[in-house]
Structures are given as structure tokens and as C-alpha cells.
């Protein structure tokens, strides 16, 4: 085929992410099964490998679970600059976007976008606090100081939006940017702030350094409200190929199936291409179960029916509504608009039992040679 750059791709298209999850966790799954070598940047580059975001979306980079398709990805900084480089011509597709582009469309630009899949839906920000604290629900952080990692955190909105619904306004908290990890837990347990915003896999990780906290309950009527994490196409490129953007959902899906069936499996790969990635201090095998919990952790917002429709990148119209709000964007953009469900039936139309009984039966290899081998040799049921 001939991409809309007029360049001739054979089956390749450009994504970009940026990488803000734990680890270069691996769907290398996506790649294990074709070995063939594609441009990537920084810690993205292997001739297998794949990493996830934070939201648990999975960035290609390499043939496997797509199909004919050939994923090439680029690296960048953030949601921003995927943005404006799709929105340039120089990438097909993005993800961790929907903020931003939803923020541009409100100031009246006229972006030429679509989104086919919604991945991530549900609500994955917490606000915690010390086990004693006389906080006891968002009312109550009514004159208090709240960590979040930065004053660009896309938490945020999630924060007012749910202060909104406790009766209170944003404007009667005062936000603190504390970083993440140690800095995090230290401006917590110093009492320097009073509460912390931040990720369910960062609340998971203060855990783990030993740092207890008490994570409080939304307020009841924001509960069923979901957070979208999207899988963005350049508007030209997907009316002119959609068959290439049917394989590339469905191999993203794929994928997402291997992260959630068979996370040991996953990390065990992503520690294999990438053993810069491996945490010191602590065994391999306990690196492994931490980062297995946070992928159980995070799992209940990736799977089929996290939306409550039983499909993958379905996403309700009434769920768009609560969205828009939580970005502070009411009245002001109509992301559904944007949306369209034409594949939705295409994505979910492939044997996912079948898929999935070939995934529980990954097991990975200890040594390395070992690994190297053990992929060469793996075929998935497409």
C-alpha cells in the first residue's frame, strides 16, 4: 500500500507513545513471534520489543499479533508532542492523547482525528491518605493541601471533578506538585501535605516501599464515571485504510489479553530485551511479583468489559459525557463526535477463548539463551 505521505510502506504504519509505565513491560508479545527489525527510539529499540504505558496501552515494534501489518513506533515525550506529530503527517496513530486533543478541539482548532477504540475505561486515580488522618472522605479535604506528582498531572481534573460532586470547589484545596516514588512518600509522611493524588500503580508502589496509606472513596456519584485512554488515528490515513486499522486494533487487543492472562509471562519477556529495566536492590524473582501485581493491579480497567458492555474499545455515549466534565471541558467539546464504534464489531470478531488458552500456556524459560530460543519458536493463533 502507499501511505498517505506517498510513501511506499507494504504494511507499515507509524505510532507514537510516550513511556510514563513502570517498566518497559513487554508485549514484546506483540513482536516475540516475527522477528523482524523496525526503527524505535531510546528504550523502546529491540527487534522484538513492545512497552506499555501507565494506562496499560501497548506501543508495537514489530510484526506478531498484527497480522501483515507492520508497526513501526516512535518515541516521544509525551501526549503533546504525539499530537502534533500526527496531526504533521509524520505518525498514523497515537495514544495518551485524548486530553490534549480534546483540550485543542474546546479552544475551537479543527483537528482531523478519530477514535475507533477506547482500551482503557474506568477510573484509575486515587486520593490517599495516612492511616490516621481525620480525613475521611473528599468533603473533608476541604481547606487541605494535596500532593500530585506535577502540576500538570492528568489527575487533576479527575481531583475536581470529584470535589465538584462532594460540594466542594477546587478552589477550597490547595495543590502541592511532590514528584513520585520517595519524593511522593516523603512530603505524605512528613506531613507536608495532607493528601496525595496520584495513579493506582503509584499507590501500589508507596505500598511497596513500606508506606501505608488509606485510600479514600469517591464520592457515590462519580463511581461509574470512566476515564477514556484512547488508540487515536490521523482522520485521512484510517478513511483510506481501515482494513490496516482493523489488525492493528485487533493486535493491540491481542496483546492486551497476553498483559492480563499471562503478566508473569509478559514481564519475564520485557525483562529479557530490556535488562536495563530491572529494578536493583532487590531479586529478580521479587522485581517479577511486584511488577505482576501492579499489572493485576491495573487489569480490572483493560479487560473486555471494564465498561460494562462485554466489548473491547466500546465505549458508552453517556460515558463520553462524564468524561468531557472530568477534563473541565463541559459544553465545550462533544467527544463523541470524534468517536466512531464502526469497527467494534470487526475487533471483537476473532477466537478469543482459543487465543487466550495459547497465552495461559506461555511459559517463559529462565536463562537467557533459553528465552532466545523459546521465542523463535512461538506462533499465535491468529
Known amino acids: 500500500m502507499t501511505s498517505d505521505a506517498g510513501t511506499e510502506t507494504v504494511g507499515v504504519f507509524r505510532y507514537a507513545s510516550h513511556k510514563n ?8 508479545i506483540f513482536a516475540i513471534f516475527a522477528p523482524r527489525v523496525v526503527t524505535a527510539q531510546a528504550v523502546y529499540g529491540s527487534i522484538f520489543g513492545t512497552v506499555t504505558d501507565a494506562s496499560g496501552a501497548v506501543v508495537p515494534n514489530a510484526t506478531g499479533l498484527f497480522g501483515n501489518v507492520t508497526p513501526e513506533v516512535a518515541g516521544t515525550s509525551g501526549a503533546s508532542e504525539n499530537l502534533q506529530l500526527m496531526l504533521a503527517g509524520q505518525i498514523t496513530m497515537s495514544t495518551g492523547t485524548q486530553d490534549v486533543a480534546f483540550a485543542s478541539i474546546a479552544e475551537g482548532r479543527k ?5 475507533p477504540c477506547v482500551y482503557l475505561r474506568g477510573n484509575l486515580h486515587r486520593v490517599s491518605v495516612l492511616p490516621d488522618s481525620p480525613i475521611k472522605d473528599y468533603a473533608g479535604l476541604k481547606g487541605m493541601k494535596v500532593g500530585v506528582p506535577t502540576l ?24 502541592v506538585a ?10 505524605l509522611t512528613s506531613k ?47 478513511q483510506e485504510h481501515k482494513t490496516e486499522a482493523l489488525a ?26 530490556h535488562p536495563e529495566s530491572v529494578p536493583s536492590g532487590i531479586s529478580r524473582e521479587q522485581a517479577i511479583k511486584n511488577e505482576v501485581d501492579v499489572i493485576k493491579l491495573r487489569a480490572p480497567l483493560i479487560v473486555r468489559n471494564s465498561a460494562g458492555t462485554d466489548k473491547w474499545c466500546d465505549f458508552p455515549k453517556e460515558a463520553w459525557t462524564d ?5 473541565g471541558l463541559k459544553g465545550k467539546v462533544d467527544a463523541s463526535e470524534f468517536y466512531t464504534d464502526e469497527l467494534i464489531a470487526k475487533i471483537n470478531a476473532f477466537d478469543e477463548d482459543k487465543f487466550r488458552g495459547w497465552v495461559r500456556e506461555l511459559k517463559v524459560p529462565d536463562s537467557d539463551a533459553d528465552i532466545a530460543a523459546w521465542l523463535k519458536q512461538q506462533k499465535p493463533p491468529l
Open 248 to 273: 492493528i486494533l485487533q493486535g493491540l487487543i491481542r496483546s492486551i489479553i497476553v498483559l492480563t492472562e499471562n503478566p508473569e509471562a509478559a514481564v519475564k519477556i520485557s525483562y529479557f530485551m
Open 178 to 187: 511532590v514528584g513520585d516514588g520517595q519524593a511522593a512518600a516523603a512530603a
Open 323 to 327: 468524561f468531557v466534565d472530568i477534563l
Open 152 to 175: 500538570a498531572y492528568g489527575g487533576i481534573g479527575y481531583l475536581k471533578f470529584a470535589l465538584r460532586h462532594a460540594g466542594i470547589s477546587d478552589d477550597d484545596i490547595n495543590l
Open 111 to 115: 483537528l482531523p482525528v478519530v477514535i
Open 21 to 28: 509505565f513502570v517498566l518497559c513491560l513487554a508485549l514484546l
Open 192 to 238: 507536608r501535605i495532607d493528601a496525595l493524588t496520584n495513579a493506582d500503580v503509584d499507590v501500589a508502589r508507596l505500598q511497596k516501599l513500606g508506606v501505608a496509606v488509606r485510600v479514600l472513596e469517591p464520592p457515590e456519584s462519580v463511581r461509574k464515571s470512566l476515564i477514556a485512554y484512547v488508540y487515536m488515528f490521523r482522520k485521512p490515513w484510517y
